[in-house]
C-alpha cells in the first residue's frame, strides 16, 4: 500500500513506455516487503537537468538511466564508481545523506551474465553502435578476454570519443558503418553486439529493420552469436534474421534482470535480490 511515508525509484530516459524495469523491480519489491515503489519516467533531453535535480529534492531513493542520458548523467554525479568513471558511463544513482548523485555502472556485469556459459576466450567481437550501453559492452568483453573488439557506429564523434577513452586497450577499433571492410567482419566475427536501438517494440520506425541496413548482414556466419540487448520485443528482427540464419541467438532480458538486480541491491544496501522474481515477473508480462 503506497503511504505519505512510501519512497520511490525512478526509470529515467527516451523512450522509457517499452521499459519492462518497472514490472521486474516492483514484484521484487513486493516480494521483499519494502516500502517502495519503481516507475518509469518518459523524459526530453533539453529537461534532464531540472529532473534529475528535482528528483534529489524529494523522496526518491534512487534512478535508472537508459538512453540518451548514461554518460550526459556524470555531470550530476559528486561521486562516480571506477568502474563508471573508466567507461565514463552511469546507469544507475543513488542520493548521499547530502541529497547528492552518486553514480555506479551495473550494466557490465548485467552484460556479462548471459555470456558466461559461453567461450569467448580470444574470440573476436562486434559491437553495433558506440553510446552508453557500448560502452558497458566494451568493458564487458574485456572483462571476458576477447582477443579483438570493433565497434561500429553511424555517429562518428561518440565513436572518436568512445575510442579516445578505450585508447590504453589495443584490442579496440572503430569504424564507421559505411566501411566496406564491414562485410569481412561480420562474417568472421565470433559474437556480435547490437547496442542500438534498432528493432525496438517502442521505435516502430525501426522495428522491421536490421542495424545499419540489410546488405551489411548478408555475409553473417551460422558460427556466430548475435545478441541484441533489446528485450522487448524478445526476439527483434536481427535476432530472427540470425536463427534464421543458423546462428545461436540471446536477448538483452536476462541482461535487463542481472543489471536490475544489482541496481536494487544498491538501492536497499545491499539485500539479497530474488532475481528469478523479477525474470518470472517479466515472462509473465510477454
Not at 523512450?15 to 519492462?20: A, G, K, Q, R, T
Not at 516492483?26 to 537537468?49: M, Q
Not at 534464421?244 to 539485500?271: E, F, H, P
Amino acid at each position: 500500500m503506497i503511504t505519505s511515508k512510501t519512497n520511490f525509484l525512478a526509470l529515467i530516459g527516451n523512450p522509457v513506455n517499452h521499459s519492462l524495469s518497472p514490472i521486474m523491480h516492483n514484484a521484487a519489491i513486493e516480494y521483499l516487503g519494502l516500502d517502495l515503489i519503481y516507475f518509469s519516467i518518459p523524459c526530453n533531453e533539453k529537461d534532464f537537468e531540472i529532473v534529475i535535480k528535482s528528483l534529489s529534492k524529494i523522496n526518491c531513493k534512487g534512478i535508472n538511466v537508459t538512453i540518451p542520458f548514461k554518460e550526459k548523467v556524470l555531470n550530476y554525479c559528486s561521486k562516480i564508481s571506477p568502474l563508471a568513471k573508466e567507461i565514463k558511463s552511469v546507469n544507475t544513482l543513488k542520493l548521499n545523506g547530502k541529497g547528492e548523485w552518486h553514480g555506479i555502472n551495473t550494466d557490465v556485469e548485467g552484460l556479462i551474465y548471459p555470456l558466461k556459459n559461453y567461450d569467448l576466450l580470444n574470440k573476436q567481437a562486434i559491437i553495433l553502435g558506440s553510446g552508453g550501453a557500448a560502452r558497458a559492452a566494451i568493458q564487458g568483453l574485456i572483462n571476458l578476454k576477447m582477443s579483438e573488439i570493433i565497434v561500429i557506429s553511424r555517429n562518428q564523434i561518440s565513436l572518436n570519443s568512445l575510442l579516445n577513452d578505450f585508447k590504453n586497450q589495443h584490442s579496440i577499433k572503430g569504424l564507421s558503418f559505411k566501411n566496406p571492410k564491414i562485410l569481412n567482419l561480420v562474417n568472421s566475427a565470433d559474437l556480435i553486439v547490437n547496442t542500438t536501438p534498432v528493432g525496438m517494440i517502442n521505435n516502430t520506425s525501426t522495428i522491421k529493420e536490421l542495424p545499419f541496413g540489410d546488405h551489411v548482414w548478408t555475409s553473417l556466419n551460422s558460427r556466430t552469436l548475435v545478441y541484441d540487448l533489446i528485450y522487448n520485443p524478445q526476439e527483434t528482427h536481427l535476432l530472427n534474421y540470425s536463427r534464421r540464419k543458423g546462428c545461436q541467438t540471446i536477448n538483452g532480458m536476462k541482461m535487463l534482470v542481472a543489471q536490475g538486480a544489482k541496481s536494487l541491491s544498491y538501492w536497499t544496501d545491499g539485500l539479497e535480490i530474488p532475481i528469478e522474481v523479477m525474470e518470472k515477473a517479466i515472462k509473465k508480462h510477454l
